[in-house]
């Protein structure tokens, strides 16, 4: 092997430890992780006490602690040596229960498949517990830490802290080099980037930097716009270009997805459409179709069969309501489920086709939502509850 193929391996490798520096860090802020140490060393009494060392010792927010090493690869001679590392460190320090391969992305692997699942089946000793990629391992830790949270206060927190890594992923200086194959970056939590890259049709070399930002102005109203995370993108040639994302991470069958007023649905499906608007607000005084008067239930059913996709695109995007701001409307909806490294994007209007593609008519007035209140706003206002599809 040549000495540039060796400074080539040596700088993947820095890279990979790079990346899990992030994702550690990441933790840590989440809330998951209690403290870490770099480079720790071990090492039995009367002997040198530096003889065995990994990349990482991990205290989590339970009090379980493991070690972590990183690679770019996995390779037999590499494993071995981690492996007898790993042994004795947990025989030196029995508060270490776990001992964890990182890598960056299953192309790491690379015929080692079948190392991997004789480790996980157990079919093989191993003082390595598993090997993961850093998304797997990312995840896995987020939905550990989930568990030990009360739902409210995990849905709130999960939801705000996607948005936060969503913007570090697309601000990833790392993640652009990869993608527009420059140097030797592995990116970070380069799989999600790669995603959007591709949903919004840029190729390799087109984009110079990307500045994202969950600081999003407040509706005319006051109230939240659809988009969470805003990305300026730089192009090389000088030109530049906004990008709106609204972000949803959810295991729920159903979310609550729009709270307006009656008057509100009227003013953006058809503000001359009195009828429309007549029935809306029966609706909203009732609080839920069986409480309307006999007959409006099935009228607003009819009334509003020319607006679903118009609903749609208000619902998803914000798009249509008076005074909004292209900042504060959705150009892509980025869905992932909990507990779930895999992150899905959508142009909006997409989205919208495909979920009325899905419409069996069956959910509130033939549209694809279940038509309901919050609490307290019964009379005041509706609310929206949508099934997110991945």
């Known amino acids: 092997m040549s000495s540039e193929e060796n400074q080539i391996k040596a700088q993947h490798g820095i890279h990979a430890k790079r990346t899990l520096d992030y994702v550690v860090v990441e933790l840590e802020n989440y809330g998951a992780f209690e403290k870490h140490k770099d480079s720790p060393s071990y090492g039995y ?9 990994a990349d990482k010792e991990i205290t989590a927010s339970d009090g379980t602690e493991y070690i972590l090493y990183s690679t770019n690869s996995i390779r037999s001679d590499r494993v071995k040596g981690q492996q007898w590392d790993a042994y004795n460190i947990k025989q030196i320090e029995s508060r270490i229960e776990y001992a964890y391969i990182i890598i960056p992305d299953d192309d790491a692997l690379k015929g080692s498949v079948t190392f991997r699942e004789k480790m996980r089946s157990g079919s093989m000793y191993s003082a390595i517990d598993d ?4 998304d797997e391992f990312y995840e896995a830790e987020i939905a550990k830490y989930g568990e030990r949270l009360k739902s409210g206060v995990r849905h709130d927190l999960e939801g705000r802290k996607f948005e936060e890594l ?3 992923i697309l601000g990833s200086r790392e993640n652009l080099n990869r993608f527009n194959g420059v140097g030797t970056d592995i990116g970070y939590l380069y799989e999600t980037f790669h995603k959007v890259m591709r949903a919004l049709g840029f190729d390799p070399g087109e984009i110079d930097s990307i500045f994202a930002t969950t600081d999003i102005p407040k509706l005319p109203s006051g109230g939240s ?4 995370v805003a990305a300026k993108v730089n192009l090389q ?3 530049q270009q906004l990008v709106t994302f609204s972000l949803k991470d959810s295991s729920n069958t159903r979310v609550s997805v729009h709270q307006y007023t009656a008057d509100a649905f009227a003013d953006v499906l058809d503000p001359s459409n ?7 607000n029966e609706f909203q005084r009732a609080g839920s179709a069986s409480d309307m008067r006999p007959g409006t239930a099935d009228a607003l059913k009819d009334e509003l069969k020319p607006y679903l996709l118009d609903l749609d695109r208000w619902v998803f995007s914000g798009r249509g309501a008076a005074g909004v701001r292209d900042i504060q409307c959705a150009q892509y909806l980025v869905t992932k489920a909990k507990g779930s490294s895999n992150v899905e994007v959508h142009d909006i209007d997409s989205y919208c086709h495909a979920q009325e593609k899905l419409n069996k008519g069956t959910s509130g007035f033939g549209t694809i939502y279940q038509w309901t209140y919050a609490s307290g706003q019964r009379g005041k206002s509706i609310q929206l509850k949508a099934k997110i599809i991945p």
Request: net charge negative; charged share 35%; hydrophobic share 25%.
């Open 45 to 53: 009494d009367d002997h040198d006490k530096s003889q065995f060392k």
């Open 274 to 280: 009195d009828r429309l608007r007549e029935l809306l």
């Open 166 to 168: 969503f913007c570090s």
């Open 225 to 228: 716009p659809k988009t969470d």
């Open 131 to 134: 090997i993961l990629t850093i």
């Open 237 to 239: 040639g000088g030109g």
